[in-house]
């Protein structure tokens, strides 16, 4: 599998809750050169409590 079909796969994997299209609600809240494209959203799991 290459890179696009695994992230291809990753894409379709992902609950539509934490997926979407950079700047579609919003355009001026994403930089330009990344509006448009694919975006999922990622918990790395760790939030540290003091």
């Excluded at 291809?8 to 930089?31: K, L, S, Y």
């Excluded at 959203?41 to 540290?48: C, D």
């Amino acid at each position: 599998m290459n890179r696009a079909e695994k992230l291809e796969a990753i894409w379709n994997a992902t609950h539509p809750d934490f997926r979407g299209i950079g700047g579609e609600i919003n355009p001026h809240t994403w930089p330009a050169d990344h509006r448009g494209k694919r975006v999922v959203l990622v918990n790395n799991g760790g939030h540290e409590r003091s």
